[in-house]
């Protein structure tokens, strides 16, 4: 059974950093994009941006180059979202994706999203 | 970017009733068109792909059509697990958006 499993919720003050995680089971995670997608509060999905964990390859919405790093490590089957400074903008629900296709892709199976909440 | 504008915004209907929610995309993705459904709480799930290959395990009252630029999304018959969000999403390019959301209210 193909699972995504994220890291639980997190309450941070804006100027520190944070790393949430994706752990992919039940499927080759090394041949499979992973993205990640964001939901603010009350508001609809935004792609922020994918990596294929076999190679790091990994591209960015411009929304969200230079915001937000996606890594992943396939020793462990993970892939990561980290911020180096949050802000009280970046509250929001974060979901990681896998993603299914050849050339387009679309999201067969969404993790269970990990809440980030961002307040001084 | 393509955008992806989804209509109606809101719907109110009843058990039984015949459901359609529209998406249009600002340019054509030809069949590469995703509709999710997404539950107060929880992670959307993927309904339809390639516009109107239906996803495992989804029930046959959920159905997809267009190409290009138009694409519909039909419940034939709905039911009271169906009250929801769905969302559009084009993945034409590697740079996919969303649309802004249909909710499924009950009437």
């Known amino acids: 059974e193909v699972q995504l499993v994220q890291s639980g919720a997190e309450v941070k003050k804006p100027g520190e950093s944070l790393k949430i995680s994706c752990k992919g089971s039940g499927y080759s995670f090394t041949s499979y994009w992973i993205g990640w997608v964001r939901q603010m509060p009350g508001k609809g999905l935004e792609w922020m941006g994918i990596i294929y964990p076999g190679d790091s390859d990994t591209r960015y919405s411009p929304s969200f180059q230079g915001q937000v790093t996606i890594s992943a490590d396939k020793s462990i089957s993970t892939a990561y979202l980290q911020w180096s400074s949050l802000k009280a903008s970046d509250t929001a629900m974060y979901y990681c994706v896998r993603l299914y296709g050849s050339g387009s892709y679309y999201s067969d199976y969404w993790g269970q999203g990990t809440l980030v909440t961002v307040s001084s | 970017d393509i955008q992806m504008t989804q209509s109606p915004s809101t719907l109110s209907a009843s058990v039984g009733d015949r459901v359609t929610i529209t998406c249009r995309a600002s340019q054509s993705i030809s069949s590469w068109l995703a509709w999710y459904q997404q539950k107060p709480g929880k992670a959307p799930k993927l309904l339809i792909y390639?516009?109107?290959s239906l996803e495992s395990g989804v029930p046959s009252r959920f159905s997809g059509s267009g190409s290009g630029t138009e694409f519909t999304l039909t419940i034939s018959s709905l039911q009271p697990d169906d009250f929801a969000t769905y969302y559009c999403?084009?993945?034409?390019?590697?740079?996919?958006?969303f649309g802004q959301g249909t909710k499924v209210e009950i009437k």
């Open positions: 390639k516009a109107s």
């Open positions: 999403q084009q993945y034409n390019s590697y740079l996919w958006t």
